[in-house]
């Protein structure tokens, strides 16, 4: 195990694996119809920062280390922005609630003070 974590194959090992759970999970989301863009970027950045980790462990020069994780930021920045835009279209789709309920603009608060 030494020897696997001083060359860096360890890592190696992982982004074999990271590699092949992109794959599979692109098959699903063609399958599904679901969009790639913001597993890519979240996959990216976990990858990233696995090389990163094999930077340092094989005793790469610190500049090497912090372009990989800056590249792992600009990869997380992508996927939180991915993930914000889609949250606020799946609010924009969801429709109005009906009806007159308390939460609703018929029932300010100087009404429910003088209840």
Same mark, same amino acid.
């Given at each position: 195990?030494? /020897? !696997?974590?001083?060359?860096? %194959?360890?890592?190696?090992?992982?982004? #074999?694996?990271?590699? $092949?759970? *992109?794959?599979? @999970? &692109?098959?699903?989301?063609?399958?599904?119809?679901?969009?790639?863009?913001?597993?890519?970027?979240?996959?990216?950045?976990?990858? /990233? !920062?696995?090389?990163?980790? %094999?930077?340092?462990?094989?005793?790469? #020069?610190?500049?090497? $280390?912090? *372009?990989?994780? @800056? &590249?792992?930021?600009f990869a997380?920045?992508?996927?939180l922005g991915?993930?914000?835009?889609?949250?606020?279209?799946?609010?924009?789709?969801?429709?109005?609630?009906?009806?007159?309920?308390?939460?609703?603009? #018929?029932?300010?608060?100087?009404?429910?003070?003088? @209840?």
């Amino acid at each position: 195990m030494d /020897a !696997l974590f001083a060359s860096g %194959r360890i890592v190696d090992g992982i982004l #074999a694996l990271v590699a $092949v759970e *992109a794959l599979l @999970l &692109a098959w699903l989301c063609r399958r599904a119809g679901l969009p790639l863009t913001a597993l890519l970027a979240n996959l990216a950045s976990g990858a /990233a !920062l696995m090389l990163a980790l %094999r930077a340092a462990l094989v005793g790469a #020069a610190w500049t090497s $280390v912090a *372009a990989w994780m @800056l &590249a792992g930021l600009f990869a997380h920045l992508a996927d939180l922005g991915l993930r914000f835009r889609a949250a606020a279209r799946a609010r924009r789709r969801t429709p109005a609630e009906t009806g007159t309920t308390p939460r609703s603009s #018929a029932f300010t608060r100087s009404i429910l003070e003088h @209840l």
